[in-house]
């Protein structure tokens, strides 16, 4: 008898059935494989799915996924977003994706989410309580905590996940990972990680005044569970990366991109310190420059790790500021390549690699010939999504950035956020990931962070009056970055036992 193959294997119920009730009508049928190799693709094989946050990179995501049902849109600036709606004429439009949740339920398969990084868990978060398959855009969300919930929360309702990370698909992360497993540069102690962002405003005061709020926009929509401030077109649109209640700086923006190649392929888990500085550190926008590094304890490498992983420094970057070049660099090569870069200090030699792990090179000049591991996804980062979405649970092949490894990355990440926003402690912080809490504040440290910077020219000299906030106990104010108290009326998902 032939073996079956895994894809044949992998049918769903409603196409078994189907199948079974036309066999027993005595009607032959072609697979929907076969049918999708002629060139044709059954209605049944597409997911219906919707999107949340489409005027800017949603946009793009969704257009990676014309092959598929678009049938809901949801933004809350409808001026922002004419252009994606006039696409995709046929998709059901709204503003509140609560509502959208309530009345298309049972119309989607999958939800698309590249809302501004401070609602991306809880769009997210109710989207997988109600099974559906979600993508989220980098940064996965906005603090630890949120980060722990998606994690756990993927695990336990089993939907497809994938971070939108588009380079954790690509050659170039698969290709760093297996170099360092085959022990091509030695064990690695250090990792120095840049970016060229930001290259949106950051480092600015708060205004003092608000705005009328634009036709189209639903300002409250876009606050959702962050504290309600006046509108200003300085936060929307686009420009909310660079304030803490909606976006997470150029660190939260781009080392989702950077840093990931440096957590697959150190096998890396949660730190064990994190400390931060910066140029002035504002209360409500992040600093135009910052640094952060972050320590991980000596893992136990898995089977196909030719290499001890000895505790392992991670330095990161932005604002400007680059890793100072090692001995040997090539004279006159940028090490910036394509927005940003990693160098990976092993004992043997270095690896160098670019943003999104493009075009990873050795320092000695050898290319390697090591064992290839890991998938390779030919399709789209988004298809390999859809590919996974159709999958069943119990024989589905995990996306790249499924949410179990990016969860746990983007608490990384996350984390050099916090390091800086803590950086006035003046100390290494020692952080129980397990217990997600900071193990060496005391109840006596208190945190100050500057208002605005007071800088004014009087009679040609500069004159510097620092406005700060009241003092706040240092405990309190870490708890409140980890996990955020949300504005009445916008609610989480409880964290899964």
Not at 224 to 235: C, F, L, Q, S, V
Request: charged letters at 25%.
């Amino acid at each position: 008898m032939k073996k079956l193959s895994k894809e044949t294997k992998q049918v769903s119920r409603r196409a078994f059935l189907g199948t079974a009730a036309t066999a027993a009508a005595g009607i032959t049928i072609l697979p929907s494989n076969v049918i999708a190799g002629l060139g044709h693709k059954a209605p049944s094989d597409k997911l219906n799915i919707v999107g949340v946050g489409i005027g800017g990179m949603g946009f793009a995501n969704l257009k990676n996924l014309e092959s598929e049902n678009i049938v809901g849109l949801c933004d809350v600036d409808w001026k922002y977003a004419k252009h994606v709606f006039d696409h995709f004429p046929k998709a059901k439009k709204y503003k509140d994706w609560r509502k959208m949740y309530d009345e298309m339920g049972k119309e989607f398969d999958a939800v698309v989410v590249a809302t501004a990084d401070h609602s991306h868990a809880i769009v997210a978060a109710d989207a997988i309580t109600m099974g559906k398959n979600v993508y989220v855009q980098k940064p996965l969300t906005h603090t630890v905590y949120e980060s722990r919930l998606l994690t756990n929360l993927a695990a336990k309702y089993n939907v497809a996940t994938q971070m939108g990370n588009q380079g954790s698909s690509g050659e170039g992360v698969n290709l760093t990972t297996e170099w360092i497993a085959n022990g091509e540069i030695g064990e690695i102690t250090k990792v120095e990680a840049f970016t060229d962002r930001p290259i949106w405003p950051q480092g600015l005061n708060t205004p003092e005044q608000g705005q009328w709020v634009p036709d189209g926009l639903d300002w409250d929509l876009f606050t959702g569970p962050a504290k309600m401030r006046p509108y200003n077109e300085i936060y929307h649109p686009w420009n909310w990366r660079g304030w803490w209640d909606y976006g997470t700086g150029a660190l939260g923006d781009m080392a989702c991109h950077i840093l990931h190649p440096v957590f697959v392929g150190l096998e890396l888990g949660y730190p064990t310190k994190a400390q931060g500085n910066s140029t002035l550190l504002l209360q409500d926008c992040a600093p135009t420059a910052q640094s952060v590094k972050l320590t991980f304890p000596e893992r136990k490498a898995k089977k196909k790790m030719k290499v001890k992983l000895p505790e392992v420094e991670v330095n990161w970057y932005d604002g400007g500021i680059k890793p100072m070049l090692p001995d040997g660099w090539p004279a006159g090569k940028n090490p910036n390549d394509s927005g940003g870069g990693v160098i990976f200090h092993g004992t043997k030699d270095k690896l160098i690699c670019g943003c999104y792990g493009v075009n990873p090179w050795l320092l000695s000049g050898r290319t390697p010939n090591a064992p290839k591991f890991r998938r390779r996804v030919e399709t789209s980062h988004e298809m390999d999504w859809v590919r996974a979405c159709k999958e069943s649970p119990e024989n589905r092949v995990p996306t790249a950035s499924d949410f179990s490894e990016a969860g746990p990355f983007n608490e990384m990440v996350v984390m050099g956020v916090l390091a800086v926003r803590l950086q006035a402690l003046n100390k290494e912080l020692e952080w129980d990931g397990n217990k997600m809490e900071f193990t060496n504040l005391n109840d006596t440290e208190e945190i100050r962070t500057v208002i605005k910077d007071g800088f004014a020219i009087h009679d040609g000299h500069p004159t510097f009056k620092k406005t700060y906030t009241d003092p706040v106990p240092a405990k309190e104010f870490a708890s409140e970055l980890i996990k955020h108290t949300y504005r009445k009326g916008w609610k989480l998902p409880d964290m899964p036992a």
